[in-house]
């Protein structure tokens, strides 16, 4: 029999709101590369107990929907317009949140298409209203299409977005470049010609490139 006994390592206690955080920064990281790693999983990543974990977030739709609305919340509460003309606009607001979500689409296709839209849809009603509002600012100048109001030119906007982020996650797009692919399938969606939406789409992909070089 040992003299000494090999006393199991303990994560150092914290907070039920540190807790909470952890686990939602850890979903991010794990849900947005298997979106269907389980429960126990995200726990190990933020060095929670499965307890508080459980405790935190019951069952694992619980922590998957506080992720993707958290996310979503983030999102539509940075959405503003860009200078330029509408179409351009348009471009830029879907490409900024291309950008955003590119590295953890298997989660954003779950808060886009799963049982947590409902959710998701509400804590985006502000990137969606100011994506209505480039759309009517472009429908006035005859831009983009004007036959069904601006409210349902977004929503066409947004499943042709939706449609881009599905091809992507299963790697259908054989080499396209899914940053320009979701501008101009945006643009396409609103009315606007195949060519033009492309010469649009590339002029706020250069645009969004130059932001990029000058963070670095």
Do not use: N
């Amino acid at each position: 029999m040992s003299l000494f006994r090999r006393r199991k390592t303990e994560a150092p206690a914290i907070d039920d709101d540190a807790a909470r955080v952890r686990l939602l920064d850890a979903a991010v990281s794990v849900l947005g590369r298997d979106a269907g790693a389980p429960l126990g999983t995200v726990a190990r990543r933020a060095q929670v107990d499965d307890e508080t974990a459980r405790r935190l977030f019951p069952t694992r739709h619980a922590l998957v929907e506080a992720t993707v609305v958290r996310g979503a919340t983030r999102i539509a509460g940075a959405a503003f317009l860009d200078d330029g003309e509408p179409r351009e606009q348009i471009a830029m607001l879907i490409g900024r949140v291309w950008q955003d979500q590119a590295p953890v689409l298997p989660l954003t296709r779950l808060g886009a298409r799963g049982p947590y839209r409902r959710s998701v849809e509400r804590a985006l009603a502000p990137l969606r209203a100011t994506l209505r509002e480039a759309i009517a600012l472009a429908a006035e100048r005859g831009d983009v299409r004007a036959d069904i109001s601006p409210a349902a030119v977004s929503w066409l906007v947004e499943q042709a977005v939706i449609d881009v982020i599905e091809a992507a996650d299963a790697q259908a797009l054989a080499g396209a470049d899914p940053l320009q692919l979701a501008m101009t399938q945006a643009l396409c969606a609103a009315g606007i010609g195949w060519g033009d939406a492309t010469d649009v789409a590339i002029a706020a992909r250069a645009r969004l490139a130059d932001v990029d070089s000058r963070r670095d």
